[in-house]
């Protein structure tokens, strides 16, 4: 029978049971098994499928607001119908047993958040922050559950309560600056951390990619999670191939935090 926990390097499972600080720092491979797609997976990425050009800058929604707002419209009406994944649920139980734990997302979802992770800083924005596109000003959405709009369909940008410009998403777009607070809490975080497990993030997209780099300077334990093969596999000591959903689970029980799942 296969030991649920066999391909846990016996070095990573001691090294999270001995971490007082760890970061989990996420990208769009945690959410996948939720079936919100990343963005650089062949075929069935975002950015294989549309043009990040035409869709993440501020250029895009000063020319077409309608057709970035509907985009993200979209996205974000399949991110409510979805439900966190094992992998979700296993990083927000993980801050039971360690002394601090770092929750940083790249993700524009929510799914940590519904899988009980609190705290987490989210470098890439949220779908479900709009604001003002002139005053800043936060907007509330009328309700939380958008009709499904279909892909590709135009919607204008409701107009802000405050100052009447469009609102629009409230994420960071290519050539935008990360949220200051977020950014400088996650590498506070990693630079003071013993282990920082990069999870289902290509690693390609900076300065969120320095993460990783700066806790190895630091001379904590990197561990990734990833089915394919990132930038960081040269770097990082240990590379576990496969499904978040699938190894994280069985992290957590490598480490004796919990009874391994389908023993
Ligand atoms: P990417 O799409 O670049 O990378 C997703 C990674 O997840 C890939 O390395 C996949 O191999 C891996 N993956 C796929 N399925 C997985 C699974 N089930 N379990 C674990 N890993 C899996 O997404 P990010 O690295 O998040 O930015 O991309 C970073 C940023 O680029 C995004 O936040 C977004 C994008 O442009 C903005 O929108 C500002």
Redesign the pocket.
Known sequence: MKHPYQDIPATLARALQAARRVVVFT????S??SGIA????ALT?L?SRFD?QAL?TPEAFRSHPDIVWGWYEWRRAQVLRAQPNA?HRAIARLARHVPELAVVT???DDLHERAGSVGVAHL?GSLHAPRCSACDAPHAFADGTPREPEEGRRIDPPACMRCGAPVRPG????GESLPADAWEAAIRAAEQCDLLLS???????YP?AELPQRALAAGATVAQ????A?PLDARAHHNLR????EIMPRLLASAGFEPPENP
């Open positions: 990208g769009a491979g945690v996948a098994e990343t963005f650089r997976d990425g950015w990040a993440a992998a790249q993700n524009v890439h994420v960071v777009w290519f999870i289902g993030t290509s690693a390609r997209v969120a999670i990833n089915p394919a990132t496969g499904a978040a959903a």
